[in-house]
């Protein structure tokens, strides 16, 4: 159904914005919507080019986004992407801010209390992360089962909005098991090989030590990264389902040879794009497909 800013009011979403700023910001968006997005998809270090596949897309940059906190970067573009995926309405960031960027723990998150806002049903989130698992290679595609915070901080400490979830949220699955089922399916068909593992957050932006790799190996960690944790807390808070993808870029400190750079992460990363783009629109075509039926 197409938004018609004369008979469709907020009051339609799922959540009510909570203060001037993100009403300011969620009443901007909208007025750019031909159809609410249903999915959410939060595109990281060189994935950006995934909304390359949608299809009657309006770019925003972060930067004409009212209150947005904006990346400083290589590889996050800092867009917002609306489109439709396979007639799917989706609502992507091309890229994202980082915690290691200055931002606090509610700025870095405000994008994801956005979508939620809108309406959003699903969210996937994507990453490019080291490897901690022995098994895993470079350009591995990993589906996140489970995380550990590293990173010292949450982004629900401070007064708590009881309109968009509960003081105390569950964590016991904040990476929806149906979604990774679906995932692991489409992967089967598609004949991606897929892998599934704990992630690890991370402050950055210094690449770990060897000795902090063999600590997290202990600890039961897959795969470590700079981002993804504190969006997909805010996201469980908010009762949102999510799906987590990490793409394996490099071997992490101590398990393979040569210096570590972002710009072997960004390599990495485009040398895994077709099969991630395949993928992902085999996930949402899936996903959005069962949710219309139910």
């Known amino acids: 159904m197409t938004v018609d800013r004369k008979k469709k009011s907020r009051s339609t979403f799922h959540f009510q914005p909570v203060n001037p700023k993100l009403t300011e910001t969620v009443d901007f968006l909208y007025s750019h919507f031909r159809q609410q997005p249903v999915l ?5 270090s060189g994935l950006g080019s995934y909304t390359d596949t949608f299809s009657d897309c309006k770019i925003l940059p972060f930067s004409d986004i009212p209150n947005f906190p904006y990346s400083t970067v290589t590889g996050h573009p800092g867009n ?5 995926v396979a007639g799917i309405p989706c609502i992507a ?16 998150t405000f994008p994801i209390r956005v979508l939620g806002c809108l309406g959003i049903h699903r969210l996937i989130v994507t990453n490019a992360s080291g490897g901690l698992n022995p098994e895993f290679q470079p350009g591995d595609l990993m589906l996140i089962s489970d995380h550990i915070n590293l990173m010292g901080s949450n982004p629900l400490i401070g007064p708590n909005p009881d309109e968009l979830g509960p003081r105390f949220p569950d964590m016991s699955a904040a990476y929806d098991s149906g979604m990774r089922q679906i995932a692991l399916d489409v992967a089967r068909d598609l004949g991606i090989p897929i892998r599934q593992g704990v992630y690890l957050g991370v402050t950055g932006p210094s690449y770990e030590t060897p000795a902090e790799i063999r600590m997290y190996r202990l ?3 897959d795969a470590v990264g700079m981002s993804t944790v504190p969006d ?3 996201a469980a808070h908010m009762g949102i389902p999510v799906l987590g993808i990490s793409c394996i870029t490099n071997m992490a400190a ?18 895994a794009r077709e099969k991630f783009h ?3 629109t085999g996930i949402i075509k899936v996903v959005e497909g069962q949710r219309s039926q139910a």
């Open 93 to 108: 960031l091309q890229g994202r801010t980082h915690f290691y960027e200055g931002y606090s723990m509610q700025e870095i």
């Open 232 to 234: 997909v807390i805010v």
């Open 40 to 44: 959410g998809l939060i595109l990281g």
């Open 278 to 280: 395949r993928l992902l």
């Open 80 to 84: 917002l992407v609306i489109g439709f």
């Open 254 to 271: 101590g398990m393979a040879t040569g210096k570590l750079t972002h710009a072997e992460v960004l390599k990495t990363t485009k040398k």
């Open 219 to 221: 600890l039961g960690a």
